[in-house]
Nanobody, 123 residues
Framework: QVQLVESGGGLVQAGGSLRLSCAAS????????MGWFRQAPGKEREFLASINWNGNTRYSDSAKGRCTISRDNAKNTVYLQMNSLKPEDTAVYYCAAAKENAIYTRRGLYDYWGQGTQVTVSS
């Protein structure tokens, strides 16, 4: 079992930046591929970025160029740096962990989820 706790969300003006963190605890962290998703009101949960133990990454088109996923395996933490934020980035952001060391994009392939952190971007 893996427990995930996101932090770093909040209110930011358009054009600003945020860095989200996801602290993992429980079973060994290094085996897990990690991902970030978001869900806006009335919309499906959307993939943003994923990273495996080796540091290989994958991004959605909406995240590419504005977001950077990284992980600190010593701290059992994964990060999502988001720049040039827009009002349409307003959503709840979720961290997810897979049992495999993979860079999945499909939410159904992730086994563990955090509770989410709210990001609100004002215009």
């Amino acid at each position: 079992q893996v427990q995930l706790v996101e932090s770093g969300g909040g209110l930011v003006q358009a054009g600003g930046s945020l860095r989200l963190s996801c602290a993992a605890s429980g079973r060994t962290f290094y085996n897990n591929g990690m991902g970030w998703f978001r869900q806006a009101p009335g919309k499906e949960r959307e993939f943003l970025a994923s990273i495996n133990w080796n540091g290989n990454t994958r991004y959605s088109d909406s995240a590419k160029g504005r977001c950077t996923i990284s992980r600190d395996n010593a701290k059992n933490t994964v990060y999502l740096q988001m720049n040039s934020l827009k009002p349409e980035d307003t959503a709840v952001y979720y961290c997810a962990a897979a049992k495999e060391n993979a860079i999945y994009t499909r939410r159904g392939l992730y086994d563990y989820w955090g509770q989410g952190t709210q990001v609100t971007v004002s215009s």
